[in-house]
T-cell receptor, first 113, second 115 residues
């Protein structure tokens, strides 16, 4: 069990640029989740996958946000045309199945200049 | 819809004293409950979980939490805290009825251990 891995750990970009984050879940976990955490708040659920199927995406914050998990293994979260308000920690988690404990990565901290 | 309320944003406690971090939830369906701990610049680590069965659940590092359905609470307790327990603690809930499987988190409680 190597844990959930997220890359990069930190991303600094200018407003208006596109960014993409990667998440590698625990290998036997078929569920993968994305959350956003802003300063002083708990994580906020964005979307999740079961294998390669994205089962919930209504919580994505706007149409600038999209996520993929093309082969049911790693996942990417993309933010297009970044805005100041997108600055946050983006967390990925994985689990063995529905309502099983979720294991989190260390997150990607996004800073928008 | 479900929600989680953590009543205290900060709890200062002296080392070796007992502590209770409060968590209340609101949900129209049955729930599963979790406590996570977050150290600075790190992700969340699962501390303990209530899925079913005994309402008192324990972790390996001395924390325990009790599910109280009538009071819709899942308070976290430790009889004697250590400096290393200084961290942010998050209570979370998920619906046991399926549907969107994301966790709903409270705003967190910062546990500050004073020597």
């Amino acid at each position: 069990d190597t844990g959930v891995s997220q890359n990069p750990r930190h991303k600094i970009t200018k407003r208006g640029q596109n960014v993409t984050f990667r998440c590698d879940p625990i290998s036997e976990h078929n569920r993968l989740y994305w959350y956003r955490q802003t300063l002083g708040q708990g994580p906020e659920f964005l979307t999740y996958f079961q294998n390669e199927a994205q089962l919930e995406k209504s919580r994505l914050l706007s149409d600038r946000f999209s996520a993929e998990r093309p082969k049911g293994s790693f996942s990417t979260l993309e933010i297009q045309r970044t805005e100041q308000g997108d600055s946050a920690m983006y967390l990925c988690a994985s689990s063995l199945g529905m309502n099983q404990p979720q294991h989190f990565g260390d997150g990607t901290r996004l800073s928008i200049l | 819809a479900q929600s989680v309320t953590q009543l205290d944003s900060q709890v200062p406690v002296f080392e070796e004293a007992p502590v209770e971090l409060r968590c209340n939830y609101s949900s129209s369906v049955s729930v599963y409950l979790f406590w996570y701990v977050q150290y600075p610049n790190q992700g969340l680590q699962l501390l303990l979980k209530y899925l079913s069965g005994s309402t008192l659940v324990e972790s390996i590092n001395g924390f325990e939490a009790e599910f109280n359905k009538s009071q819709t609470s899942f308070h976290l307790r430790k009889p004697s805290v250590h400096i290393s327990d200084t961290a942010e603690y998050f209570c979370a809930v998920s619906s046991s009825g399926g549907g969107a499987d994301g966790l709903t988190f409270g705003k967190g409680t910062h546990l500050i251990i004073q020597p």
